[in-house]
């Protein structure tokens, strides 16, 4: 069935009470946190299919997200990018649904009615982004997630005392952020979670931040999930990037100076007080940015 910009996969499900929850791929998904948080949730939950955008080249351009080429059963195959929408029955009172998001090159307002339009129709009672980007954080130490809620009050106590901080960021931005804020308009409760990552050890995979929102949302939504598995993964990233450091004194002197800044702004987050971080040196500066490539490169 085709709905505005997505075609609505047939027979149309009944949802109780849905919350959304979308990922937004390049932009806050570094480490493919989103991404990975999303796969463990739907082989969780059995999601399936929902809907997709009919011509996602009104949005997106495809030299920039490029289609492939694969063979099936001797056939070529070609896969366009598009957005991918899926849904899955939740333990409570609420099923899921899964948003895909893709920046979009084009027509970018039309790309935020139509999803709020498809939230509307669905009667989605919460809209949350979840993902991850990169900051001046030491991995020895709890991984920061800060985001925003509105709606009621006790959804953002609730958020609050799970440990996640309120987002101070101004600056550039996703024309996507205008979800939220025209989901809030038609009485949506929107929140965000995203997982702050050691901007010195930028890696393709990042199991850390994965963990951190699945335990996130598992006491969001009093739901039990296997995560041995993800558990181990962290570990053995966490043990590597210590590894690094063990054998040089520059990075161990980094670490415990990003130690130190990262106990004085959760304290400040805790006290609610919005004060910018202390700039470090130029020479820390390039020191980072340097061991961001060289862990980018392996």
Known sequence: MKFGAFEIEEPIPELRSPHAFAT??????????????????ERHFQ???????????????????????????????????????????????????????????????????????????????????????YDLVPHTRPILVTGAATGQDTLMNQVRSLGVHSSSYEGPTSIASLISQEATKLGI???GLIAHLPQYAQMDVDHAGRLRLLE???????????LERVQMRAG???????????????????????????EDRVRRLEEGRDEEDPELSPEVQDFLNQLGDQFSQN
């Open 47 to 133: 999601a399936q299919d929902l809907a997709k955008l009919t011509r996602p080249g009104t949005f997106f351009d495809f030299t920039r997200y490029r289609p492939t080429i694969y063979t099936v059963e001797g056939q070529r195959q070609v896969t366009v990018p598009t957005v991918h929408v899926r849904f899955a029955h939740g333990p409570g009172e609420n099923d899921f649904i899964f948003l895909h998001l893709l920046e979009p090159h084009l027509n970018g307002e039309g790309y935020v009615h139509s999803i709020v339009r498809l939230l509307e129709k669905f009667d989605v009672r919460r809209y949350c982004l979840i993902g991850a980007m």
């Open 24 to 41: 937004l791929r390049p932009w806050v998904d570094v480490g493919s946190v989103g991404r990975l948080t999303f796969r463990s949730l």
């Open 216 to 226: 996130l949302l598992c006491k969001l939504y009093d739901f039990d999930m296997d």
């Open 189 to 191: 409760e929107t929140m």
């Open 236 to 262: 053995q990233q966490n043990e590597e990037i210590s590894y690094a450091m063990n054998r040089s004194p520059e990075i161990r002197s980094l670490v415990e100076q990003l130690e130190r800044q990262y």
